[in-house]
C-alpha cells in the first residue's frame, strides 16, 4: 500500500478520482488475523471466530477492482498480505516505543 500512495503521489493522477489501492484478490478476515496471530506470537486458541449468517445491513465483501489504479500507474501490489504485515511490524519495530503499549516484540 504504502509503495502504491508514493507512486500515485508522484503520478499526473486527476485529484478528483478515487484510485484504489488494492490488489483485486479478496482477503477474508480470518485469514488475516490468522497471518497476525502467527507473526505476533498470539496464540491461535485466543481467537473466537462463528460462522454467523449476514445481517441484513452488513455490505456484502466483494474484491475491490484495481483497474484504475493500473490504468493510472501501471502497477498493483505484488505483496501478499502475510509479507505485507511482517513488514509492517519489522518497520515498527524501528520506531522508538511505536510497539510499547502493545506488548508485541519485533
Known amino acids: 500500500v504504502a509503495e502504491g500512495l508514493c507512486r500515485l503521489g508522484l503520478a499526473?493522477?486527476?485529484p478528483s478520482r478515487t484510485i484504489?489501492?488494492?490488489?483485486?484478490r479478496p482477503t477474508a478476515v480470518r485469514q488475516?488475523?490468522?497471518v497476525a496471530c502467527e507473526l505476533l506470537s498470539?496464540?491461535?486458541d485466543r481467537l473466537c471466530f462463528s460462522n454467523l449468517t449476514a445481517r441484513r445491513d452488513e455490505i456484502p465483501h466483494r474484491s475491490v477492482s484495481n483497474g484504475l489504479l493500473r490504468q493510472t500507474i501501471g502497477w498493483t501490489?505484488?505483496?501478499d498480505i502475510a509479507a505485507g504485515f511482517r513488514r509492517t511490524v519489522e518497520f515498527l519495530g524501528?520506531?522508538?516505543?511505536?510497539l510499547t503499549h502493545t506488548g508485541?516484540?519485533?
Open 12 to 14: 499526473a493522477a486527476p
Open 20 to 24: 484504489n489501492v488494492a490488489t483485486g
Open 32 to 34: 488475516f488475523v490468522k
Open 42 to 44: 498470539i496464540p491461535e
Open 77 to 79: 501490489p505484488e505483496t
Open 94 to 98: 524501528t520506531l522508538p516505543n511505536a
Open 104 to 106: 508485541i516484540h519485533a
